[in-house]
């Protein structure tokens, strides 16, 4: 899939994801301060694609006003990544994007304001389809992977949760990366997609995705990935992630450690698909990982209607902690690695 992140003629132009699969619509953004809400509101979600936006809204924000010298451009951005920091707590793709950002406007001071915006938009770019190229070789390793456990022999059925897909990374996808390559290398013959409550990725994107690639799939309920393994329904579980803790725990939507614990139960591999941009070294593990709240209403609400009784009180966090233990392997643009240290 393309045109999911662009940067065009000073506009930062996302597809709106929320509007998946009922309708394509573009958002077109020139501030970073709209590109922050954008990604708290999740036009654009996916720990590569947040990280690639808030590339491109750093550059956008340094476009904003008429800066005399650098000074008074760097005192401005020092907001400008307040508020992109801020937008979404849990995946480190976006604080990874912005440092390199920060780095690539305090490199030389002493160039002139346009020059400095120049090599902004060139490491926005080089942030972007690097990452592109990462998914790639994270789909050929995780091929390679599936091929060296299952054999060549294929009829695979793989289950991966909410959607790491081109839609989450900009363009190409981790998970879907790697169902992507094993599918055409004739590995896997069916996908099992989890629905994904609150928000649906599963349903109206991972779906979406395959779909669009002819790749033959069924949706599920996020209750019945365990009835599935008890039957020997699937072989493998893939999955992404939005941050990766030192000691390999790993942050990803809400529900996959649940799938963990019961691919575990059942000796079904579990595999975690993500660049190397993913992994926080400085964040030691499951308890130094912020896990963002969203609002009580995705729970509430479907499709605006309220699906429970009045003052019903919920909880509603993004994410959960898949403990290293749960993991067979980290499928990363570098190789499948079995513990982090190996990336260090």
Request: aromatic fraction near 8%; glycine fraction near 8%; charged fraction near 25%.
């Amino acid at each position: 899939m393309e045109n999911i992140i662009n940067y065009k003629k000073g506009q930062l132009i996302l597809l709106d994801q929320r509007n998946l699969p009922y309708k394509i619509t573009y958002k077109k953004l020139l501030t970073a301060k709209a590109a922050a809400a954008a990604i708290g509101d999740m036009v654009v979600r996916g720990a590569p694609a947040i990280g690639i936006t808030a590339a491109y809204a750093y550059l956008l924000g340094s476009r904003e006003k008429d800066f005399k010298n650098y000074k008074t451009l760097e005192n401005y951005m020092k907001n400008v990544s307040e508020k992109l920091l801020a937008s979404r707590p849990t995946a480190v793709n976006l604080k990874w994007a912005v440092d390199l950002m920060e780095k690539t406007l305090r490199a030389d001071p002493e160039l002139l304001v346009d020059k400095i915006r120049d090599n902004l938009f060139e490491k926005a770019e080089s942030i972007k389809y690097s990452e592109i190229e990462a998914n790639k070789k994270i789909g050929q390793y995780g091929s390679s992977e599936l091929k060296k456990v299952f054999g060549e022999d294929g009829n695979l059925k793989i289950l991966t949760h909410c959607n790491a897909g081109a839609l989450a990374t900009g363009g190409w996808g981790t998970a879907l990366g790697v169902i992507r390559s094993g599918f055409k290398d004739g590995l896997i013959d069916e996908v099992y997609v989890d629905e994904t409550r609150p928000r649906m990725q599963g349903a109206r994107l991972t779906c979406f995705e395959l779909k669009e690639e002819n790749i033959p799939y069924t949706l599920i309920t996020d209750g019945m990935p365990a009835h599935f393994m008890s039957l020997g329904n699937i072989d493998a579980v893939i999955v992404g992630a939005d941050r990766i803790a030192l000691n390999g725990d790993t942050a990803n939507k809400i529900g996959t450690s649940m799938v963990a614990i019961a691919a575990n139960y059942y000796n079904v591999p579990f595999y975690v698909a993500a660049p190397v941009s993913t992994f926080d070294f400085n964040c030691p593990g499951r308890k130094d990982i912020a896990i963002e709240e969203r609002s009580h209403e995705e729970v509430l609400f479907i499709n605006k209607k309220q699906i429970s009784p009045e003052e019903t009180r919920t909880v509603n966090p993004a994410f959960d902690i898949t403990q290293k233990g749960l993991i067979k392997g980290y499928i990363t643009e570098k190789g499948v690695i079995r513990n982090t240290d190996e990336l260090q």
